[in-house]
């Protein structure tokens, strides 16, 4: 079994920072990439930041020069820094991992909880 538990989300006001965390514990073999995605009200789920294991990160335009994405193999854990919080940042940010359980086993996607994040005006 597999579980990845978010934290860090929290209610800021427009400019302010946030940082999540996401740690995954249980069978794992390897964690490959690792992600951020966010869902608002009525929209689909969308991709933020991803990074894989040798460090290439991925940013959606929406954030790029505001979030950073990292990660610490050591602990299993990604971070996402948020700076300069816009209103339309406001989500359920969800967590995401490809690992690996076994050595050559499959691949598999899981998901964290989601955290809120809300950012007033």
């Known amino acids: 079994q597999v579980s990845l538990v978010e934290s860090g989300g929290g209610l800021v006001q427009a400019g302010g920072s946030l940082r999540l965390s996401c740690a995954a514990s249980?069978?794992?073999?390897?964690?490959?990439?690792m992600g951020w995605y966010r869902q608002a009200p009525e929209n689909q789920r969308e991709l933020v930041a991803t990074?894989?294991?040798?460090?290439?990160?991925t940013y959606a335009d929406y954030v790029k020069g505001r979030f950073t994405i990292s990660r610490d193999n050591g602990e299993n854990t990604v971070y996402l820094q948020m700076n300069s919080l816009k209103p339309e940042d406001t989500a359920v940010y969800y967590c995401?991992?490809?690992?690996?359980?076994?050595?050559?086993?499959?691949?598999?996607?899981?998901w964290g909880q989601g955290t809120q994040v809300t950012v007033s005006s």
């Open positions: 995401n991992a490809i690992i690996t359980r076994a050595a050559w086993g499959p691949e598999y996607r899981y």
């Open positions: 249980g069978s794992i073999f390897s964690i490959n990439a």
């Open positions: 990074i894989t294991s040798g460090g290439t990160t």
